[in-house]
């Protein structure tokens, strides 16, 4: 059971501000190899701070000898009430740049917050002004942070680490949700308007579309998880790339299988047409986007293939 901060002895403290400069510096550490790849100099400023880290604790550890010996109890942060919880660095890969720097202030803030808490618990003179001279380091470091970014971070590194970050998320969430996309409105347009013709009942159509987008949907999600595991191509978590495939993938077919849900068949075919063409475009538009393929040649693709789709659908469904 976790321990309230009011209840812990001096002893217990600095064995806490120890293992705190530790965990921090360790996952400092953490995020310079991870962002070393894509983003190398933010990594270089993460391996600062880490050596910032080190010295503190080494300085806490110098205390804790004067005062208490060569025995350091373990006492962790999940050991005591108050502290946010963090999710380790190891689940949270692939790393963001912003998701880091923001843990990284949140983790400096806390921090801070429990140096002036101890050292207002602190008794001896010597422990006082150490604790207090940590929580201004503390304080300093999110200058230091930005000291280094004007260092590390010119005009050109930063250019190149947004480029980086706009690649890491067109392998990671746009290509798995417009490979969806596509499949989802493409392919179940044959089904749906073959239904739709074949009985003229909105009911009939919906029920068919909404067991082929679901069923699409759950297919390409499994594909894409399994396609690759992404250590080689840079391409994320299976889990993630299956999970927006597949949304992607449904919600592709539900667009033009939510308007069968008006009663009336003809109203509903011809809002139906209308959701497929703002689907085709929208796909075209997102390929020009992050593909950096030009509109009319994405549109002419996108809309030359469903087209053919829907016709054939029209075509089974009348005959």
Known sequence: MAKNFKDLSEQEILALAISLEETDARTYADFAVGLKADYPTTAQIFTEMEAEEDEHRRKLIEEYRRRFGEHIPLIRREDVKGFVHRKPVWMIRPLGITTVRHQAETMETETRRFYERAAGKASDASTRELLGDLAEAERKHVALADNLQREYLTPDI??????????????????????????????????????????????????????????????MAFAEAASDDGSLTGRGKPLLRGIVCGLMTTAGGIGHTLPYLIPNFRTATAIAVVVVAIELLLISWIRKRYMDTPFLRAAFQVIVGGVLVFLVGIWIGSS
């Open 158 to 219: 930063k250019a190149q680490e947004e480029k980086a970050h706009r690649r890491l998320f067109v392998l990671q969430i746009v290509q798995p949700g417009l490979a969806g996309l596509m499949d989802g409105s493409v392919s179940t347009l044959a089904p749906v308007f073959a239904a739709a013709f074949a009985t003229h009942s909105s009911h009939a159509a919906f029920v068919v579309g909404l067991a082929a987008s679901v069923g699409a949907g759950i297919s």
